[in-house]
């Protein structure tokens, strides 16, 4: 019985992020270069965007977190993710057009759908991706393994696409949501075993359970190592644009940024 679970919920939990990924990179791998060649926007707006992203997906990922808490492993949440991956097409290009009306207001747009959707949902997809795997007793490092394939794959085509017509990213975006629709539709998880269920279902997070944490030195420890390893995520904003212009022409920068 327990094989038979395993042989099902792993390699569907593998490809839902993988398109997971595909969706995000599709779209977003190139966000900054879209941002300055196709937008026209300066260092200092994309800045704006990038804060307002991360802002949404702090308050995001509290809320995921304490949802999926006392969700278990219903798939309430993934299913609200899914209808934000396919519309992430539409989405971006609705960015666009404000961000030309009004930067300030295509910030703010831009940046809560993105960090709702992605910088925030991804931790809903693999936190249950991980109670999924202690369920079934598959590694959960095996799984996510196939998001960074997804993000690679569609990064490697994202640059080519970009030069033929950057709304192409958006559309395989798009795309790839419905394939996440898809497999997330044929995806059962059995009910857990008794332990799994006190492990998940059985202690009743509390919102008073949620803020005890703030007392906890070794949380406070973890918030400052999380926080000193994505301060890259600064450097990491603009560095598509001056790589991409480090060649002869953009559209060849833009290439082998995908390949980069």
């Known amino acids: 019985m327990m094989k038979t679970h395993h042989s099902h919920s792993y390699p569907l939990l593998s490809a839902l992020l993988f398109f997971f990924f595909v969706t995000w990179s599709s779209s977003g791998s190139l966000l900054s270069i879209w941002l300055h060649q196709e ?42 993710l899914t209808t934000m991956l396919i519309l992430s097409g539409p989405a971006y290009l609705l960015f666009g057009h404000l961000l030309k009306i009004n930067i300030l207001l295509g910030s703010v747009f831009g940046g809560i759908f993105i960090g709702l959707t992605f910088n925030g949902g991804i931790g809903v997809l693999e936190s249950y991706t991980e109670r999924v795997a202690r369920q079934s007793q598959f590694e959960f490092g095996k799984a996510r393994m196939w998001g960074s394939l997804g993000w690679a794959v569609a990064t490697f085509f994202a640059g080519l696409l970009f030069n033929i017509d950057p709304k192409l990213n958006f559309a395989v975006a798009s795309c790839s949501g419905l394939v996440f629709l898809l497999l997330l539709a044929r995806l059962r998880v059995s009910s857990a075993p008794h332990a799994m269920q006190e492990a998940v279902a059985g202690g009743k997070v509390t919102l008073q359970d949620a803020l005890r944490l703030l007392t906890l030195p070794r949380f406070w420890a973890l918030v400052f190592f999380v926080v000193g390893t994505c301060v890259y995520g600064v450097y990491d904003q603009q560095f598509p644009v001056y790589f991409s212009s480090q060649f002869a022409t953009p559209q060849e920068g833009n290439a082998m940024y995908g390949y980069l």
């Open 39 to 80: 937008v026209g926007l300066k260092a200092g707006d994309t800045g704006i965007i990038f804060a307002v992203l991360s802002v949404s997906a702090l308050f995001a990922q509290i809320c995921y977190g304490f949802i999926q808490d006392k969700l278990g492993l219903r798939k309430h949440l993934l299913w609200y």
